[in-house]
């Protein structure tokens, strides 16, 4: 049996959703109501049929019979025909087909999910106090005591505002204190007061429609929200109750109306729905949401923003497990970790991580989890969830801009070299082709072995004028490579030695020195080669420019020395100086002190970021006049590369096998040729990629040395055809004066091209053996 002691009703949930039972039963309690929750609807109805309570909130949905044949079974039977059954509606507004069946089966109400706190409490008392007030008017119509005198004092005293009113005309016949105050009205103003006249225009048809539907038999009572006009204009939000009564026995039947005054509930609601309404719009525009997960049942729940997120229907139940599913395979085993330690250890944790929606849509999110604990226990986590994919596009495409930004500087700062190195360049093309036109004159007027001496001696000057050359195309062509941000293995000494070829001899011109000073043993950093030249050049180019404005013979000095566990790169130069106010300036971005077109006012910031990320720093230090000093600090590291360099003696081992060489340009022919002969291999040469396939058709070959830039076939070409059809088992060399940008320019899509090695242009003999002689190489793809 029940226990109602200190209790206003009793209430049974019947519904099978945990989170709809929780959500009900903590208001109802909260209020004092005693809750009974049932799961299904055969236990419901044996349960009802024992203990009956003062009413029963039924869901729509159950998992083992209809609600509205539960429903139904209640209302035929003579000992819970009366009990008042409010319909749990699945749907956020119950569809009028769903009332229609609810009605039909004797329900007397509809509450729709979610509920409003206020709009449940309000109509579960309404309809328990209608119950209870009907019953002691059926007490009343058998006699039982002073009938009469009993019904007009629980009548008067109702605490509700209470009437009876005619069916067929709506007037009200007789109504209790508290119904004229909550109408605003006298008892004389309430005389033959109506229906019709009291309810607010904009809500009087849906009063009539359900009077109409009581009238047919269709329903046995209803319950609604609407207004109520009062004397003095006044709206006056209500919830009422209406059902047929008969007061004494044999009387005309008369519609008792139970009314309680809810203007300050919707007042509170409407507040509430405003703050809901902001708090949705928020979270819709900052697309952020909410979620919860029970520790003891590994329930999740969460707002629907966060579903919107995942691309799924909010409306529907999720688990954990479902709701973990869309991480990627790399941030599942990090949230599936942080969880763990939340529940366990009582950790907080904040990460970003990629999911892929239900749609297919890679999203960047970002999760917030906070332990919530009782008793020393962790019982829930609760959190946001934010997608944070906008903005990780907008991150990329910013570290796109400033690579750009830098990549662009760096070409600013190669455009100042431009005249120092063609002239750098022709120099020694002017020494070769002087030299050429000596040695044929040496070859014409030969007179023995005193004039080979001279020739050889030229060829060497030749040799070293061309290494001049060598070494300021290929410095310059490593420093306007597009760097990547990968962090590796740098030398620092080999990464000055190449930043001086390029400027030493250039800046001679300019009357400034440059002096290097490298300590014996290499220096190791985790850095970017091509970043750090940049930071170097620039700094050497400020420099520049400050001797040349002081008008003085110029000197800059380069060294590199290990101190503790790091690497300082000292930059110093006798130039202008900077003045204290520049110098605090020196890292903001677009300042610059140099003429309109001399420079951006980036170098240096850029420069800074450079070394930041490189986990070091960068300062200046600097006297008026007197010159300036930039100090690099880098953390150097204990990892060295294993450094392979192999000397080939000038007395070149025979090699044997059969050669083709593929190269358009004639001299480059004859070259290799020569080399390769000499060698002791057979040699075959062509000048495109079409007599090389008729070739390689015709006999066979154990190297290919092929060149990729050529007319009619490509050497990317016919390496594809070669390998389409498998036409040799040759070693294909690639010779080339940049692989990697040639390549870049042919490839259509990201394959790989497996290569026994390559020669870079310009090359010499030695070079030419070091790839061919067996076991110094291994295959390569490109």
């Known amino acids: ?314 409306t529907r139940p999720i688990t954990l497990e479902h709701g973990l599913s869309y991480y990627t395979p790399d941030s599942r085993p990090i949230i599936d970790k942080a969880l763990k330690e939340a529940m366990a250890l009582g950790q907080s944790y904040d990460l970003v991580l990629e999911k892929i929606s239900a749609k297919g849509e890679r999203k960047w999110i970002r999760t917030i989890g906070l332990p919530i604990k009782e008793g020393g226990r962790v019982v829930k986590l609760i959190g946001i969830f934010q997608d944070i994919s906008e903005r990780k596009k907008a991150e990329e495409e910013n570290t796109k801009l400033q690579a750009q930004l830098a990549h662009s500087e760096k070409l600013a700062s190669i455009g100042v070299l431009v005249a120092g190195v063609a002239h750098e360049i022709n120099n020694p093309l002017t020494i070769i082709q002087g030299f050429n036109s000596i040695i044929k004159e040496i070859l014409i007027n030969d007179n023995g072995e005193k004039q080979k001496e001279n020739i050889f001696s030229l060829l060497k000057k030749q040799d070293i004028a061309v290494d001049r050359i060598s070494n300021i195309v290929n410095g310059l062509r490593k420093y306007t490579t597009i760097d990547s941000n990968k962090l590796e293995l740098i030398e620092i000494n080999k990464t000055l030695k190449e930043t001086m070829s390029i400027c030493e001899a250039i800046y001679k011109q300019s009357d400034i020195s440059i002096e290097l000073f490298l300590p014996p043993s290499p220096l190791h950093i985790y850095g970017n080669n091509g970043k750090l030249q940049q930071v170097v050049m620039n700094i050497l180019h400020n420099a520049k420019d400050a001797i040349e404005e002081k008008g003085v013979y110029g000197k800059i000095k380069v060294e590199a020395f290990r101190h503790d566990d790091k690497c300082i790169i000292k930059i110093q130069d006798n130039g202008i100086g900077i003045s204290d106010e520049t110098i605090n300036k020196l890292f903001d971005p677009f300042y610059t002190t140099k003429k309109i077109g001399k420079g951006t006012g980036l170098g240096l910031a850029i420069s800074q970021s450079i070394i930041v990320s490189f986990g070091g720093k960068i300062n200046f230090e600097s006297k008026k006049n007197l010159g300036t000093v930039c100090l690099i600090e880098i953390p150097l590291t204990d990892d060295q590369e294993t450094i392979c360099n192999i000397e080939i003696e000038d007395a070149f081992e025979r090699i044997t096998g059969k050669v083709l060489i593929v190269e358009d340009e004639e001299e480059n022919r004859e070259i290799l040729k020569y080399y390769l002969v000499s060698f002791g291999l057979e040699v075959v040469d062509c000048k495109d990629g079409i007599e090389a396939l008729e070739q390689i058709q015709k006999r066979d070959f154990d190297y290919i040395l092929t060149d990729l830039k050529m007319p009619k076939m490509s050497g990317y070409q016919l390496i594809k055809e070669i390998e389409k059809y498998h036409l040799t088992r040759a070693k294909i060399i690639v010779v080339s004066g940049n692989i990697q940008s040639d390549f870049s320019a042919e490839k259509e899509s990201q394959e790989s091209l497996c290569l026994y090695d390559y020669i870079k242009k310009p090359f010499n003999k030695k070079n030419v053996y070091n790839v061919l002689k067996p076991g110094l190489r291994s295959e390569t793809c490109f």
């Not at 005619?166 to 209790?176: E, L, V």
């Not at 405003?274 to 949401?289: C, N, T, V, W």
């Open 1 to 314: 049996m029940l226990n109602k002691k200190n209790k206003i009703g009793v209430v049974s949930i019947v519904d099978a959703c945990l989170e709809n039972v929780e959500a009900v039963s903590n208001i109802l309690t909260s209020h004092a109501y005693q809750v009974h929750v049932i799961k299904t609807g055969v236990n419901a109805m044996e349960w009802i049929m024992e203990n009956t309570p003062d009413l029963i909130l039924l869901s729509t949905t159950l998992p083992d019979m209809d609600a509205y044949e539960v429903c139904t079974h209640l209302k035929g039977n003579k000992k819970t025909s009366r009990l008042p059954v409010i319909f749990l509606s699945s749907q956020n507004t119950a569809q009028s087909s769903e009332k229609q069946r609810g009605f039909a089966a004797g329900g007397d109400d509809f509450i729709s999910k979610p509920f409003q706190t206020e709009e449940l409490l309000v109509r579960v008392k309404n309809h328990i106090e209608l119950a209870h007030f009907r019953s002691v008017q059926q007490w009343n119509s058998k006699g039982i005591g002073n009938r009469r005198n009993c019904f007009l004092e629980m009548f008067n005293q109702f605490p509700l505002g209470v009437a009876l009113f005619d069916p067929a005309t709506g007037r009200i016949n007789q109504f209790n204190p508290m119904f004229a105050k909550i109408t605003g009205r006298s008892f004389k103003e309430m005389d033959k007061t109506s229906w019709k006249g009291l309810v607010h225009g904009d809500d009087l048809q849906g009063f009539l429609n359900y009077i109409s539907s009581l009238n047919s038999g269709e329903i046995s009572s209803f319950s609604m929200e609407n207004r109520i006009l009062r004397i003095d204009g006044s709206a006056v939000s209500i919830c009422v109750t209406v059902a047929a009564v008969t007061v004494i026995d044999n009387s005309p039947p008369q519609y008792l109306a139970v009314v309680e005054d809810i203007t300050e509930c919707k007042r509170i609601e409407s507040a509430i729905r405003k703050k809901q309404f902001l708090f949705s719009e928020m979270g819709r525009i900052a697309k952020i949401g909410g979620w919860e997960i029970d520790c003891k049942t590994n329930e999740l729940s969460w707002t629907d923003e966060v579903a919107i997120i995942h691309d799924l229907d909010p």
